[in-house]
């Protein structure tokens, strides 16, 4: 009976966990998102910005917007001494 148990749970979750690389990123960003957007400078803004993500010296205190929202973030300095974008 434990052993049927067993087996029957193993079986249930090897349904649950993906097998294949196209099942792996099903839940990932369309790669035509991706693709079209690299991270770039445009006057006083940045482009396709990733939020939370550490920002160059040169995007101190301006803004950015994000690659797959588009909203506005700017980059801020942290109490610790960091820079990163955040939401605006």
């Known amino acids: 009976m434990l052993r049927r148990l067993v087996v029957s749970a ?3 979750a090897s349904v649950l966990v993906p097998t294949t ?3 792996l990123v099903a839940g990932a960003v369309p790669a035509a998102a ?7 400078r ?3 803004h940045w482009k396709c910005v990733t939020p939370g993500a550490y920002c160059p010296a040169a ?3 301006r ?3 994000a690659k797959v929202t588009n909203r ?3 980059c801020t300095r942290y109490p610790n001494g960091q820079w ?3 939401r605006a």
């Open 10 to 12: 193993a079986l249930a």
């Open 59 to 61: 995007a101190h205190d």
């Open 42 to 44: 445009s006057g006083n």
């Open 63 to 65: 803004y950015g917007y």
């Open 21 to 23: 690389a196209s099942a």
């Open 34 to 40: 991706t693709a079209s957007c690299t991270y770039q």
């Open 84 to 86: 990163r974008w955040k």
């Open 72 to 74: 506005r973030y700017k």
